[in-house]
Structures are given as structure tokens and as C-alpha cells.
């Protein structure tokens, strides 16, 4: 053993500097999460303002309105003195691009995604009709404060609170409501000519995210919410094992407002063996723009990758087993069927995998990335746009009115079906009296051609 004035040996040198060395590395990254937490915490409100203006001009994808956005850099710094005003200067700021999908999301907004990405909804369970005049219940969520209370499909919203509704945005109630969580709120609803005064308590609700049920005929029938919730490919797949022996499946991708592409493309793969699903086209912060290919093979879902003209393979995503076959399958859409839900119809539709049925879509062809900021908010840019395996774009995402819809531009938005049916009135998806659920399956009993 050496003794206390002995000379240290090779290996005990090389023991002290890797010491040292894990010391250094351990004290470092003490020191970066300390400047990162400190950095969130104590961001200024101009700061804010100004993160939002950059990570917005680096992302968003259209460049004829940032021609102009320069101007928005310190417009308001003398100006913004709280959080309060950064949010409202950031909104005006935002709403200059034309692009409602461009947002700023406050700590309770991104406390709200969270939970949708968890499979929680918050409010009273009321979807609208932003379309109708006055707006209208378009349905009505399972297991929520506004099922509870009696509200139908149909029903007119004339009131909140005492708010006018025929002089406000669809998503001006939904707000009013969520920021009332836990508390009462006065709904006045018309229905047939008659005024119901009904009181609803907002709140947090779990959210079935799918239905599946075998329907007559030994037909699988699976009907998808939304794309939202982180874990619902293991639920789709869950639902499909319960399902597979079916002869045939019917997908219920009316209503569905899109989600993540991941998720969707995922689940996808259950239903197609090897094809193309979609190609997005995003802007890079260097100002170039890239092409990303999705193609399902049959091992994986591979991304071929192509910027500046030069092409790359890019990362392989896990992808599920094609539960299915070749068994037949129809897609059933409508004008609510949106982002990445169109992307789902049009990859099973144009790959000839399935028969679409319903109505012409939403036609939201754009995404967007999230970017976390200080003080628990949070910024979406539209920063891509993505085309089928056709190559169409679906369109800007931006509602139109029936009568634009009728227009030669209006007729490209969307995804066509291949057997056009209207919804009859007040139909509830799924349930009884759904017209276009029952043409599904008659054209999978062949009693439709």
C-alpha cells in the first residue's frame, strides 16, 4: 500500500481526473439548468413579446406577410409594462399574419392542451356549429355538464351570462366558459321557437377517445375523436384487436379536427401495408425549406428527406401491424373532418385502400409546430404544409361560407369523397337514424354501388 507521502500511482492519476472531469461536467450542466429556469422565470414582459416576434419570423411558413413584419419588432416596448400587456400586443401583433392557427397560448391555454394530450376536455361539452346564426349545438360530449343538463344537438346558443351570442365568435363562449371552471354559468338556448334558461358547472371531464362496436353484418365499426391524445395508438389498437375478425371496418373520421402527424401516420399503418402517406413541406430558421416523405414500407415508416434539391434518408418511425388485410374499408367524412384526420382519408382514399363516404372535408392542409415559453405559455406557428399522396394541398384552413365552398377555388379545398351524402339534420354520429353510417354499410353488405 503506499503511504501518505508516496508518489500517486498511473491508475489513482487517472482516477483524480476522471473525478475531476465528472465534477466539472456535473457543476456545468448545474450551472445551464440554473441559467435555463432562471431565464423562464424571470423573463421580462418585453422579452416575451420579442421571443414571440422571433420564433414566429424563423417558422411561419407563408413569406408574403412577414415582408411587413419587421415593423412589429418594437412597435410596442415602450408600451408593454406587464404579462397582460405582452399577451394583448402579442395577439394584435399575431392576427396581422391572417392565420388563426398562428397563436399565442397563455398558461391556460397550455394547461388545456396538456390535458387534451392526457384525454381530458375542460368546459361544459358543448361542440358548435360556428357556421349557423344563431350558433347552434353541433353535439353534444358523453359524460358532460352539458349532457347532463339536457342539451341536443340543434339547440341554439342565444346567451351566456348575459353576453349577446349573436354578436361573438363561436370561441369566444368556450372561453367565456373554461375561464369560469368549477363555477356556474347561465346558458340561454333556443329550441323550437322556445327559450331554456340552463345553468351548466365547467369542468374537467376524461374523453372517450374512440367508439368500437361491431354493427349487423359482422361489420367493424371504429370511430376516432380527434388525434390528440398521446396515447392513442395503443387504444386504436386495442380497439382493432377486439374488431379484426370483422369482414369489414368502417372509420369515423367525421367531426375529427386533426392532431399530431405522428400519431395519425402511426395508426394509419394499421390499415395499409406499404404506400405513401403524405408529404410536408416546412421552414427551416435558416430560411430554407424542407421536404419530408412519409412512405410506409413493410418493416417501418421511412422519411425520405430533400432540401435544397439534395435528397436524404431521414429517421424510420415505428409503425403497427396492418391488422386488416386486404379486407374492405370505408372512411366516413365531413365538412368538420380536418388537418390531420384529412390526412388519414386521404392516404387510406388515394392509395385505393378505402372508400370514402360523406362530404367534401374542411380542407386544412397546414401544421404547426409549438414552441414552450416563459411564464408557462406557449406559441403555435403554422410553419408547414403538407400534400397527399397526390399530390394535392389540402387548403389554408381558413372557414368558409357555403357559398365559397361553391366556388372553382372552394371545390379544390378539402378531400373529395368518392360517394357524396349529405348528413341528415341533427344526426348524431353513430348513433341511431345516421344516414350516412347506414350507406356505409349497405355498400359493405353490396347493397350499394
Given at each position: 500500500?503506499?503511504?501518505?507521502?508516496?508518489?500517486?500511482?498511473?491508475?489513482?492519476?487517472?482516477?483524480?481526473?476522471?473525478?475531476?472531469?465528472?465534477?466539472?461536467?456535473?457543476?456545468?450542466?448545474i450551472?445551464?439548468?440554473?441559467?435555463?429556469?432562471?431565464?423562464?422565470?424571470?423573463?421580462?414582459?418585453?422579452?416575451?413579446?420579442?421571443?414571440?416576434?422571433?420564433?414566429?419570423?424563423?417558422?411561419?411558413?407563408?413569406?408574403?406577410?412577414?415582408?411587413?413584419?419587421?415593423?412589429?419588432?418594437?412597435?410596442?416596448?415602450?408600451?408593454?409594462?406587464?404579462?397582460?400587456?405582452a399577451?394583448?400586443?402579442?395577439?394584435?401583433?399575431?392576427?396581422?399574419?391572417?392565420?388563426?392557427?398562428?397563436?399565442?397560448?397563455?398558461?391556460r391555454?397550455?394547461?388545456?392542451?396538456?390535458?387534451?394530450?392526457?384525454?381530458?376536455?375542460?368546459?361544459?361539452?358543448?361542440?358548435?356549429?360556428?357556421?349557423?346564426?344563431?350558433?347552434?349545438?353541433?353535439?353534444?360530449m358523453?359524460?358532460?355538464?352539458?349532457?347532463?343538463?339536457?342539451?341536443?344537438?340543434?339547440?341554439?346558443?342565444?346567451?351566456?351570462?348575459?353576453?349577446?351570442?349573436?354578436?361573438?365568435?363561436?370561441?369566444?363562449?368556450?372561453?367565456?366558459t373554461?375561464?369560469?371552471?368549477?363555477?356556474?354559468?347561465?346558458?340561454?338556448i333556443?329550441?323550437s321557437?322556445?327559450?331554456l334558461?340552463?345553468?351548466?358547472?365547467?369542468?374537467?371531464?376524461?374523453?372517450?377517445?374512440?367508439?368500437?362496436?361491431?354493427?349487423?353484418?359482422n361489420?367493424?365499426?371504429?370511430?376516432?375523436?380527434?388525434?390528440?391524445?398521446?396515447?392513442?395508438?395503443?387504444?386504436?389498437?386495442?380497439?382493432?384487436?377486439?374488431?379484426?375478425?370483422?369482414?369489414?371496418?368502417?372509420?369515423?373520421?367525421?367531426?375529427n379536427?386533426?392532431?399530431?402527424?405522428?400519431?395519425?401516420?402511426?395508426?394509419?399503418?394499421?390499415?395499409?401495408?406499404?404506400?405513401?402517406?403524405?408529404?410536408?413541406?416546412?421552414?427551416?430558421?435558416?430560411?430554407?425549406?424542407?421536404?419530408?416523405?412519409?412512405?410506409?414500407?413493410?418493416?417501418?415508416?421511412n422519411?425520405?428527406?430533400?432540401?435544397?434539391?439534395?435528397?436524404?434518408?431521414?429517421?424510420?418511425?415505428?409503425?403497427?401491424?396492418?391488422?386488416?388485410?386486404?379486407?374492405?374499408?370505408v372512411?366516413?367524412?365531413?365538412?368538420?373532418?380536418?388537418?390531420?384526420?384529412?390526412m388519414?382519408?386521404?392516404?387510406?382514399?388515394?392509395?385505393?385502400?378505402?372508400?370514402?363516404?360523406?362530404?367534401?372535408?374542411?380542407?386544412?392542409?397546414?401544421?404547426q409546430?409549438?414552441?414552450?415559453?416563459?411564464?408557462?405559455?406557449?406559441?403555435?406557428?403554422?410553419?408547414?404544409?403538407?400534400?397527399?399522396?397526390?399530390g394535392?394541398?389540402?387548403?389554408?384552413?381558413?372557414?368558409?361560407?357555403?357559398?365559397q365552398?361553391?366556388?372553382?377555388?372552394?371545390?379544390?379545398?378539402?378531400?373529395?369523397?368518392?360517394?357524396?351524402?349529405?348528413?341528415?339534420?341533427?344526426?348524431?354520429?353513430?348513433?341511431?337514424?345516421?344516414?350516412?353510417?347506414?350507406?356505409a354499410?349497405?355498400l359493405?353488405?353490396?347493397?350499394?354501388?
Amino acid at each position: 500500500m503506499p503511504t501518505a507521502n508516496s508518489t500517486p500511482t498511473d491508475k489513482e492519476r487517472i482516477r483524480r481526473r476522471q473525478i475531476l472531469v465528472v465534477s466539472l461536467s456535473l457543476l456545468i450542466s448545474i450551472v445551464y439548468v440554473a441559467v435555463f429556469w432562471l431565464n423562464q422565470l424571470f423573463c421580462t414582459p418585453v422579452e416575451l413579446y420579442h421571443r414571440v416576434w422571433d420564433t414566429t419570423d424563423k417558422y411561419f411558413y407563408e413569406r408574403k406577410p412577414m415582408e411587413t413584419w419587421k415593423q412589429w419588432e418594437h412597435k410596442y416596448d415602450n408600451q408593454i409594462k406587464t404579462q397582460e400587456d405582452a399577451e394583448k400586443y402579442i395577439k394584435v401583433m399575431l392576427k396581422s399574419l391572417d392565420d388563426t392557427f398562428t397563436c399565442f397560448l397563455n398558461s391556460r391555454d397550455t394547461s388545456r392542451q396538456a390535458d387534451a394530450h392526457d384525454g381530458f376536455y375542460s368546459g361544459v361539452g358543448m361542440v358548435m356549429n360556428s357556421k349557423t346564426h344563431p350558433i347552434s349545438v353541433r353535439r353534444v360530449m358523453k359524460g358532460s355538464p352539458a349532457q347532463s343538463a339536457g342539451v341536443k344537438p340543434g339547440d341554439q346558443i342565444l346567451s351566456v351570462d348575459g353576453i349577446d351570442c349573436s354578436k361573438i365568435e363561436a370561441t369566444k363562449i368556450g372561453d367565456h366558459t373554461r375561464e369560469r371552471m368549477y363555477h356556474q354559468v347561465h346558458f340561454m338556448i333556443g329550441r323550437s321557437g322556445q327559450k331554456l334558461d340552463i345553468v351548466m358547472v365547467p369542468q374537467k371531464i376524461p374523453v372517450s377517445s374512440t367508439t368500437a362496436k361491431i354493427l349487423p353484418g359482422n361489420i367493424a365499426y371504429e370511430r376516432i375523436e380527434a388525434f390528440s391524445r398521446k396515447d392513442l395508438p395503443s387504444i386504436v389498437a386495442h380497439d382493432f384487436d377486439t374488431l379484426k375478425n370483422c369482414r369489414a371496418l368502417i372509420l369515423d373520421l367525421r367531426g375529427n379536427g386533426g392532431g399530431g402527424v405522428d400519431l395519425c401516420l402511426e395508426i394509419a399503418s394499421s390499415m395499409i401495408d406499404q404506400a405513401p402517406l403524405v408529404s410536408l413541406r416546412s421552414r427551416n430558421p435558416d430560411g430554407h425549406y424542407l421536404t419530408s416523405r412519409y412512405i410506409l414500407t413493410e418493416d417501418s415508416l421511412n422519411v425520405e428527406e430533400e432540401l435544397d434539391g439534395k435528397a436524404k434518408m431521414g429517421p424510420h418511425h415505428k409503425r403497427m401491424n396492418n391488422v386488416w388485410g386486404d379486407k374492405p374499408i370505408v372512411v366516413l367524412v365531413d365538412e368538420y373532418t380536418a388537418s390531420a384526420a384529412e390526412m388519414v382519408a386521404a392516404a387510406l382514399g388515394e392509395n385505393n385502400r378505402a372508400r370514402l363516404v360523406g362530404e367534401r372535408t374542411f380542407g386544412k392542409g397546414i401544421a404547426q409546430l409549438y414552441f414552450p415559453l416563459p411564464m408557462s405559455t406557449c406559441v403555435g406557428v403554422t410553419a408547414g404544409r403538407y400534400f397527399t399522396p397526390a399530390g394535392h394541398w389540402p387548403g389554408d384552413g381558413k372557414d368558409l361560407t357555403d357559398a365559397q365552398r361553391a366556388t372553382a377555388e372552394g371545390k379544390l379545398r378539402g378531400i373529395e369523397p368518392d360517394v357524396y351524402v349529405a348528413a341528415d339534420k341533427e344526426l348524431v354520429y353513430g348513433e341511431q337514424h345516421d344516414n350516412q353510417l347506414q350507406y356505409a354499410q349497405d355498400l359493405l353488405l353490396e347493397k350499394k354501388r
